[in-house]
């Protein structure tokens, strides 16, 4: 939480007065797209039971995956992504600050945090040898306060930020389970300029979007019914190359459920209704289109008005 971690800061960034978690930061949108929208409603969980071990780094978690722990209960992979728009926690190096991490699970164990070594790779997912070897803070068994399970509780301890550092970093962190073979990992992004703790890159106006549109996505509906329609959504690669996957998502209206989808995998959470392509229908060439489809029920008089449909391309 502090500071905070790429699934802590795109939960904050997405919340809604109705409890729906839209992302509004790009890379968020982006981690989104390319592992769906239950990380939004899981950002505590990023951790792997795998080990033989608690505690285990590279034996476990290949380079490229730290940041989403290569968890093997949840799907965490967006967030490893390498990207200018993380929200970020501008810190001064050499200082103290206290550390919280959230509390939603409590476990007794270890907490060791790292930071990425001056000239680490920004362009391309962390790997094990951009750390530094040995963490710069650890806490055994730390003070807490609040009740497990929720967003306002955390365990907490003093740490003294390394020296020297200036610019964009990554704090890594391990929380490994004195319990269990279960570890937690997470990446939280700083930038060493002087700040004490603010934060930036949440909410409307956090980064200006990609520069290119990966894909576009019309969508129109085919037949209807009382209480019900289908519609198809017709996507296209505008680009003059080719993409190997793509993404649609749309915030269904209220009373609106889909009961059946096609030529895509589907997922939900909440309102925000997100399809995949499939295996037979991801590449598709400069200006190529293909189209999944879906049926939907309704409530009220009148069907919904048509969404408008973001297209991404992991």
């Known amino acids: 939480m502090i500071p905070g971690s790429r699934t802590f800061f795109c939960y904050e960034d997405g919340l809604t007065s109705t409890g729906q978690i839209i992302p509004q930061n790009p890379a968020c949108q982006a981690a989104v797209a390319s592992s769906g929208t239950t990380p939004l409603y899981n950002w505590f969980a990023v951790g792997n039971r795998s080990g033989a071990t608690s505690g285990e ?34 810190l001064t ?48 068994l730390p003070p807490s306060t609040g009740n497990a399970g929720s967003a306002s509780s955390y365990y907490y301890w003093n740490a003294t930020l390394p020296a020297g550092l200036t610019g964009r970093h990554i704090i890594y962190s391990i929380w490994a389970r004195s319990d269990s073979t279960e570890t937690f990992y997470g990446c939280s992004d700083v930038v060493f300029d002087g700040g004490s703790g603010q934060v930036t890159g949440l909410g409307p106006g956090s980064g200006p979007p990609p520069p290119s549109v990966p894909c576009t996505a019309a969508y129109s509906v085919t037949s209807s019914w009382p209480g019900g329609f289908q519609a198809s959504v017709n996507i296209t690669n505008p680009n003059a190359s080719t993409i190997n996957s793509w993404s649609a998502s749309w915030d269904l ?4 459920t ?19 392509s499939a295996s037979w229908n991801g590449q598709l060439a400069p200006k190529a289109s293909t189209s999944f489809g879906f049926t939907a029920n309704y409530t009220g008089s009148t069907a919904p008005a048509a969404p408008t449909v973001s297209c991404t391309s992991p």
Not at 127 to 134: A, H, I, K, M, V
């Open 57 to 90: 780094t590279s034996a476990l978690i290949p380079d490229g995956k730290l940041c989403s722990g290569n968890s093997n209960y949840y799907d965490f992979s967006g967030f490893d992504q390498a990207s200018s728009y993380w929200p970020v926690t501008h």
């Open 93 to 140: 190096a050499g200082a103290n600050i206290q550390i919280q991490y959230n509390k939603w699970a409590a476990h007794p164990g270890t907490f060791s945090l790292y930071v990425t070594k001056a000239g680490w790779d920004q362009t391309k997912p962390l790997t094990w040898s951009e750390l530094e070897s040995t963490p710069f803070s650890t806490a055994t």
């Open 253 to 256: 209206p209220d009373g609106e």
């Open 258 to 276: 889909i009961s059946s989808a096609w030529n895509g995998t589907l997922s939900q959470a909440g309102t925000l209704a997100t399809v995949k």
